[in-house]
């Protein structure tokens, strides 16, 4: 459908614009740091693919949002820039036989251009690029302060190893239970090696109860819970073997003890503690080695792991009866374990920071001095992983001299893990223009904490979790002042199509390009947020699409074309209230609702300003283009955010939304609004509702509750 303005023509022209009048840059030396607002999505890794429309619904809906905070008078600092390093891009380069880092030069490029081709008020002065010699850089210095502080180590360790990509595998990086690789699906062996690793485990405590104050989805906080994964319990001694019990009231009801195979004291028999009965030590498949003392006692008369053994094995049951809770205080000694593990961050790869370690036979591990670095990652023709890291081949690169004692020594050829990347770059957009310093405390000081971060719920156990043991480390070092970065988390929803998630190996990508070519962006942009909450996500469609483009015409006509009597300011306060909740709750479909309502009630020059500030978030060209039809001086996007009167706001009601009497969401409408709107409302946004069909009746109580009841 042809609109009744130059889409394309306008929206190059505002964006040119933006670009050249530095709309999206903020005087970080001069701005208020009260005023600042960190509004920061998780930078994306340029797969080959290009992004897709998932992805571009999660950046413009941060991007509505930064928008909004701007016009409600806070300095907005939107930065974006490229995770650019990793297997990921690796394996791609192997793929096609080409080097990684040509590709990712393409595939950066080709990100860029999208990335801006979507409106994003983005900072693109400060952008960064974690493969770039200047970035990773402040990478090996972190991890320099690290070692220094004895928060990182190598140890020889039983690793997880995928026989395919020919590496190391964190715990986190494999699927199925710790079986399976995440990235290629192949089945994991395990491998003794030589590895570096970050003491995480020593900020357990800290990692845990900093999550209480933590402003996130309650979803995040308990994955990132397990994950840590404490619990109390006692260490007890069977003589020489120690097993560790959350349950030491079953003690006089141990049979035998259970550890995993190849462990030293298996087949063997120990004393009970009190009884000074005999208790066989057998092999079981459901001791994890790595976890509490790695041995368990057997008690199958109140567990029924060990109850199924025990059948099986032809084991007795005991019937004693169990400790009193005093008694069982008495038992063993007080214990705190961990499911949580150090940070394993060697790569035996090629595509990340070479680890900033040089070995000297007689100084041991030392650390690259800080005026070396970076350590260059050397430019390799064959990058094949084979087992050993490919930088060892290296011979002139390994080769070299020991910091300390001057000797000949070699360098670490192992590369650190792409997440030690992400756990800090956060600090680094701030302070991009410093060459001499990783990040600049005054600058820090004044930007961070992040005050809004996006996600994806794929980040939350290690991501989010690196990025808040990263912090907390650099903090006790002094090198940064807060102990959160990240004390606001919003995880966005996915773009689903015909019921898949989208992905390449599925082939049901659907990229943004051809819909921009043939609509422009802010239709695209709107029909994406028009599709579902920005928290939930939902099935794409660009049916959609055909609507958006009949609204912007109705808004042309409103704000371009019509001039008509003053209408009743009531109508501005209910769509300004009931816009200004969508947008806090990134419920902007929500607010593209309110304002197809309001668009045609549109007459007085008042009305016209006030829909095209609410517009401006979500269309940003089309709203910059009306605003100058409007005679207005540029921008829109600095203009204050409307503000309904308080009569206004006392006329939006919220709902709780209740399905056969379980909550189920909340929605938010005007108080005059009918049972049925409510429920078409409800309908629309909370996807627990069931359909009309299924639903025997409707209880709604204006200003508090509709509940859908199907039994
Ligand atoms: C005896 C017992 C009796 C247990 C009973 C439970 C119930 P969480 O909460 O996960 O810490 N356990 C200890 N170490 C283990 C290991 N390395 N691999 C597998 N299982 C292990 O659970 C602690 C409980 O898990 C411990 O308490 C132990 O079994 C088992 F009726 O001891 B219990
Ligand atoms: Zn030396």
Known sequence: MAQPYPVHVIEARWRDRWERSGLNRIDLDTVDSDRVFYNLVEFPYPSAEGLHVGHVFRYVGVDAFGRYQRMCGRAVFQPIGFDSFGIHAENYALNVGEHPRRLTEQTTARYREQLSSIGAAWDWSRAIDTSKPEYYRWTQWTLVQLFKAGLMYQAEAPVIWCPSCLTVLAREQTDRDGTVCERCGSPVTERVMKQWFLRT?????????????????????????????????????FGDLTVFTTRPDTLPAVTFIAVPAGHPAAGSTRRHPTSGAPIPVVVTDYVVESYGTGAVMGVPAHDDRDARFAAEHGLPVSDAPLLDPVDAAAVGRPSVRYRMHDWLISRQRYWGPPIPIIHCESCGAVPVPEEDLPVVLPDLDDIRPTGDSPLAECTDWVQTTCPSCGGPASRDSDVSDTFVDSAWYFLRYPSTEFDDVPWDNVRTDKVLPVDFYAGGSEHVQRHHLYARFMTMALQDLGLVSMAEPLPRIALGGMIILAGAKMSKSRGNVVSPDGYVAEHGIDVLRCSLLFSAPWGRGGEFSD????????????????????????????????????????????????????LMEFVDHV?????????????????????????????????VHDQPWPEASSDGAAEVQDLAVQVDGRLRGRISLPRTATGEDAAALARSNIAAVPAKDAVKRVVYVPGRVINFVSR
């Open 201 to 237: 485990t020593h900020y357990a405590d800290r990692l845990l109860s900093g999550l209480d104050d933590l402003e996130w989805p309650d979803r995040s906080k308990r994955l990132q819970r397990q994950w840590i994964g404490r619990s109390e319990g006692r260490d007890i001694d």
């Open 543 to 594: 049916r959609s699409i055909a609507g958006i483009e009949r609204f912007f015409a109705r808004c042309w006509r409103a704000v371009a074309e019509s001039d008509g009597p003053e209408s009743a300011v009531a109508q501005w306060d209910h769509t300004i209230s009931a816009v200004t909740r969508a947008v806090e709750r990134m419920s902007f479909n929500v607010a593209l609702a309110r």
């Open 603 to 635: 007459r007085s020059a008042e009305d016209k300003s006030v829909l095209v500030r609410l517009l401006a978030p979500l269309a940003p060209h089309l709203a910059e283009e009306l605003w100058h039809q409007l005679g207005q001086p540029f921008s």
